[in-house]
């Protein structure tokens, strides 16, 4: 599975579009783009997936790039229950690799 | 929605116990997987199943053994629990095709 590479921390301000940045740039044809976020002291949840065109569902937007190694998660509206740790990986199969993923912190 | 639950919230157990750690899914996911996670490292897969029967080693299985006997339940075994097994648990489910990854909510385990 190809490896993501995401930047550890991120600040929003409350109500602002939240837009978590991840790099895949190894990512082959038939793998899917997941993203989960976890919240503290609970098991990661899905967020939503893409595999080339773009994706929104009722709780964010999934943007991928043309060439798919990069895709960007949007939160159109964050709250401060949307603090998290998100987890961007790339997957055909089982047994991805999580990596440090993001930390978002909203602010007030 | 597919479920995974995990036998216990919290969970506190003496250096040397056996410990079993059960997870049930209830969408006929072949592939089931157990993660441990500690502050500052992430999530660590231990073991996987892709079936009944079958597992294979993650990247930290020493100390840990699993069982699957029907496809619904993954077990985690600790054979004698250590304290630097102290952690937070995570079993998993997974089916492809775009699906992913369901987790449970985790057993945080206490080895004293």
């Known amino acids: 599975d190809a490896k993501t590479t995401q930047p550890p921390s991120m600040d929003c301000a409350e109500g602002r579009a939240a837009n978590l940045p991840c790099n895949h740039s190894?990512?082959?044809?038939?793998?899917?783009v997941y993203w989960y976020r976890q919240i503290h002291s609970q098991g990661p949840q899905y967020i939503i997936h893409?595999?080339?065109n773009n994706e929104t569902n009722e709780m964010a937007s999934l943007i991928i790039t043309e060439d798919r190694k990069s895709s960007t998660l949007i939160l159109p509206h964050a709250t401060l229950r949307d603090t998290a740790v998100y987890y961007c990986?790339?997957?055909?199969?089982?047994?991805?690799?999580f990596g440090d993923g993001t930390t978002l912190t909203v602010k007030p | 929605d597919v479920k995974v639950t995990q036998s216990s919230r919290y969970l506190v157990k003496r250096t040397g116990e056996k410990v079993f750690l059960e997870c049930v899914q209830d969408?006929?996911?072949?592939?089931m997987f157990w993660y441990r996670q500690d502050p500052g490292l992430g999530l660590r897969l231990i073991y996987f199943s892709y079936d009944v029967k079958m597992k294979e080693k993650g990247d930290i299985p020493e100390g840990y053994s699993v069982s699957r006997e029907k496809k619904e339940r993954f077990s985690l075994i600790l054979e004698s629990a250590s304290t630097n097994q102290t952690s937070m648990y995570l079993c998993?489910?997974?089916?492809?095709?775009?699906?992913?990854?369901?987790f449970g909510s985790g057993t945080r385990l206490t080895v004293v």
């Open positions: 190894t990512i082959s044809g038939n793998e899917y």
């Open positions: 990986i790339v997957s055909h199969r089982s047994k991805s690799t």
């Open positions: 893409g595999l080339k």
């Open positions: 998993a489910s997974f089916r492809g095709g775009g699906y992913g990854y369901t």
């Open positions: 969408m006929d996911h072949e592939n």
